[in-house]
């Protein structure tokens, strides 16, 4: 796909669907695009686009492909045992509710996870689960709570298996009370306004496909919309590298807080009295994370 084929696609894409490709890393979504155009019966991109413009089938079947669905329960389930940890730590002491927004939820498996973890953790306590997406596909699944394979759920322990899930031959469906637990609503992190007074924000593996000035820009709108304290729970491949003139203080692999005023004063004037060397030292041992 030479540029001129790029660029027309990616005008066409952004009126269909209201996707901006050019916030995503060029590359990569060029030769992906490439690949996907080549398995259909379009003889080139004009006649390609005209199909999208005919059939909203087709163009559901591109966002579903655009928006990468590699999802399942407790994904990485150490790090969900260390975002219950956190919850438990850091945020048990706040008001009567917990607000929490996954955002980039895909088929709702992140979300109900982080809903399981807060029925466990604060039982008697309210908490508001907003879920977002770009994929009304997605999220047409995410709402009706399932059907979920076998293998989007092999993390969930027996016992809670048995307790939230109904099981109807090699499906699983959430059940009803964690389901209506959750607001599923379409959100295009790239161009919608976002809502503050968030206590946590999980976002894990979708940045990893945006330019580094999409993904700063997120990262600095999600400072932004967390309470102060509140947590950032982002991929395994993910990092923050400039964390601290976001305003975020490094929490663990893959977490971030929102630093109050006076604690980024203090990091900032830290970073003044320390030499340049080591500052470049101390930013890769504390904010530079290796892909697992």
Avoid at 143 to 162: F, I, K, M, N, T
Wanted: aromatic share 10%.
């Amino acid at each position: 796909m030479d540029d001129r084929d790029y660029g027309y696609l990616k005008v066409r894409v952004k009126d269909l669907a209201g996707i901006d490709l050019g916030s995503y890393g060029e590359r990569q979504m060029r030769r992906r695009l490439s690949g996907f155009v080549a398995r259909t019966p379009s003889a080139n991109i004009a006649s390609y686009c005209r199909t999208l413009e005919k059939d909203d089938a087709k163009l559901r079947e591109l966002v579903a492909y655009l928006t990468i669905k590699v999802t399942e329960f407790f994904r990485d389930p150490p790090a969900f045992e260390q975002l219950e940890a956190l919850i438990r730590s850091r945020l048990a002491g706040r008001g009567p509710s917990l607000n929490v927004w996954c955002a980039g939820c895909s088929s709702g498996c992140e979300a109900y996870s982080v809903a399981l973890i807060l029925n466990r953790a604060f039982p008697e306590r309210s908490c508001r689960i907003v879920a977002t997406d770009v994929d009304e596909v997605a999220l047409g699944r995410a709402r009706d709570g399932g059907p979920y394979r076998s293998a989007e759920v092999r993390h969930v322990p027996q016992d809670v298996l048995e307790r939230y899930f109904t099981c109807a031959g090699r499906s699983y469906w959430i059940c009803d009370c964690l389901r209506q637990s959750v607001d599923f609503r379409r959100h295009d992190l790239l161009s919608d306004p976002f809502d503050s007074g968030f206590d946590v924000i999980v976002c894990r593996n979708v940045t990893i496909y945006f330019t580094e000035q999409a993904r700063n820009r997120l990262n600095q709108r999600f400072c932004q919309s967390l309470t102060m304290g509140g947590i950032l729970f982002i991929g395994a491949t993910e990092s923050i590298f400039d964390a601290t003139q976001m305003g975020f203080t490094r929490l663990d692999h893959g977490f971030y807080a929102k630093a109050s005023k006076g604690a980024l004063r203090s990091m900032k004037a830290d970073r003044r009295d320390t030499p340049m060397e080591m500052t470049r030292g101390k930013r890769n041992a504390a904010d530079i994370c290796t892909v697992c």
